[in-house]
């Protein structure tokens, strides 16, 4: 009888250490647990592989879709201020499933990303709101610099023949995503929807960073090729509010407006403008999405909906 027991009480846990691999709260495995080829759904594992970050591990909620193959393309999904990459996650599984896309939505935890200098401003600098030389990170720690491994990490575990990724970014998600355009117009994203940011790091080489170019790496930077990116600057039509929560106010963020909306517009129209007055190629749309707020997932949603048209 105590046998018995014994080897029922080992199938049960075996049993729940393979549920527990596929989607849970708990703490994950590390990278490589659980992904292979045939696999479908929603999950998350710990990502650790990019040796200059190993020790600011980033929990990756992710999803694929029934009908997915080799060709699926794969969307990263950046969370807001909340931290909630599994609800974003989940808000565009249904989604995902229609449009047949991958989702790879990044947790850039408080505990190893703790402050808007690590997440929003992608660790550039020490303090981002007082860039100098001394303060300057070297890029391979930019948090910014984590994307690329690990789409190469995931496309090869997975057997994906994908060349390139498309992102979604909201909120502060949004801030951390058109930095990233910015800091990395190099890498491979396809198309980048960053929607409703706080405020932004405008393309103004006379304005200090974070609000502008000047004192930091992108006084060297090349506007043509950010701009022929393919971006959209996305924010609610009711999202319009100057007394939001946790929306920054100080005389350089109000300097684009006083709240979401009316940024988005000075972001966009000001790249515009330098676009025209150089002949470059512009690239990057406005997205105003008639009758929504400032909640996530309606905006994720309709942020799919843009890149999958």
Not at 126 to 147: H, M
Not at 150 to 161: P, V
Not at 289 to 302: K, R, T, V
Request: hydrophobic share 35%; glycine share 6%; charged share 15%.
């Amino acid at each position: 009888m105590n046998l018995f027991k014994s080897k029922i009480v080992l199938i049960l846990s075996c049993i729940f250490l393979v549920c527990s691999c596929s989607d849970s709260d708990s703490d994950s495995q590390d990278s490589g647990s659980i992904l292979n080829p045939s696999l479908k759904g929603s999950g998350d594992f710990v990502y650790t592989n990019y040796a200059p970050l190993a020790t600011k591990p980033v929990k990756v909620f992710f999803h694929i879709p029934a009908n997915s193959n080799a060709s699926t393309p794969i969307v990263f999904l950046f969370h807001g201020d909340e931290r909630n990459a599994k609800d974003y996650r989940d808000a565009l599984v249904s989604k995902a499933e229609q449009k047949n896309f991958i989702i790879l939505a990044t947790e850039f935890s408080e505990t190893y990303y703790p402050t808007g200098d690590q997440y929003n401003l992608g660790n550039v600098f020490i303090d981002g709101d007082n860039p100098s030389p001394s303060t300057l990170n070297k890029e391979e720690v930019w948090t910014f610099s984590i994307i690329e491994p690990l789409f190469d990490y995931f496309k090869n575990e997975m057997q994906l023949n994908a060349t390139g990724y498309h992102i979604i970014g909201h909120s502060a998600g949004g801030q951390f995503a058109h930095r990233l355009a910015e800091f990395k117009p190099n890498s491979r994203f396809n198309t980048i929807v960053a929607s409703a940011s706080g405020w932004y790091t405008a393309t103004d080489y006379s304005v200090d960073f974070p609000y502008g170019f000047k004192k930091s790496p992108l006084e060297s930077f090349s506007l043509s090729s950010l701009f022929s990116k393919k971006m959209y600057i996305q924010v609610g039509s009711n999202d319009n509010d100057p007394n939001s929560p946790g929306l920054r106010h100080n005389p350089q963020a109000d300097a684009q407006g006083l709240d979401r909306l009316a940024r988005a517009n000075y972001f966009f129209n000001y790249s515009k403008n330098q676009a025209t007055q150089n002949s470059l190629n512009y690239n990057w749309q406005l997205s105003i999405a008639s009758g929504l707020n400032h909640d996530y997932g309606p905006a994720i949603n309709y942020a799919a909906d843009l890149i999958f048209k």
